[in-house]
């Protein structure tokens, strides 16, 4: 059973700021976060060094907002389910996009699921209670095989997923469609995390302001 989720229409106090369905809506909670795939799976660190990122970035422009703890879930990850959801999530940017059912009983209000299988990397909308899904492509696949890329596209969901959009700059980390940035030019020998825009920076300072304070449970 799947549920049809009106992604252009947000909870009263959710911000309606982009284009794109899925951006430009705040949290109105600091969300919990959890983490599914398979044991000793190496983007487990790469999730952490992405809330640090996050965390510091908005400790940095004096936001009062931060993500939440990270809990791993060892268990496997419903591809089909996952696959089906993040070509939603494409076709529907603008629109509805449909959420199966199984990503609505799991536990954290940011789940990011860290697939086997080849599809593009995303961040859904909210969902059910506030929920958010990120999906994660298998490692062996191209683009997260060259160095320092899943890295960068790990940080770059998550950024979605507190609510920015794409830019048009590809030297910035949230850099994607409709502009031709792909994955493959975060590749670097160093690991390095990309910039955000100054425009980014002073949305998530509009979205997460200096009082920002989790409203309800």
């Known amino acids: 059973m799947k549920f049809l989720i009106v992604c252009i229409v947000f909870a009263a ?3 309606a700021a982009a284009a794109h369905a899925q951006f430009g809506a705040s949290w109105r909670r600091t969300p919990t976060i959890a983490v599914v795939g398979p044991e000793g799976d190496p983007r487990l ?3 952490d060094e992405a809330v640090a990122f996050w965390n510091k970035t908005l400790e940095e422009l004096g936001s009062g907002f ?9 268990r496997p990850v419903p591809e ?3 696959r089906s959801l993040g070509e939603s999530v494409l076709a529907g940017q603008r629109g509805t996009v449909w959420v199966p059912q199984v990503f609505h009983g799991l536990p954290g209000d940011l789940v990011i699921m860290l697939a086997d299988s080849d599809f593009v990397s995303f961040a859904g909308p909210f969902f059910a209670d506030s929920k958010r899904v990120v999906g994660i492509k298998g490692m062996s696949h191209p683009p997260l095989t060259l160095p320092n890329v899943a890295r960068n596209v790990v940080a770059h969901e998550l950024g979605h997923a507190i609510g920015l959009g794409h830019n048009s700059d590809p030297a910035k980390l949230m850099c994607g469609r409709p502009w031709p940035c792909r994955p493959n030019l975060f590749r670097s020998a160093e690991p390095r995390m990309f910039p955000l825009t ?3 920076r002073r949305q998530l300072v509009s979205m997460y302001p200096a009082g920002w304070k989790p409203q309800g449970p």
């Open 13 to 15: 106090g959710f911000t």
């Open 198 to 200: 100054d425009e980014e």
């Open 80 to 82: 089909e389910d996952l």
């Open 66 to 74: 931060r993500l939440g703890a990270v809990t791993r879930l060892v």
């Open 45 to 47: 660190a790469l999730v």
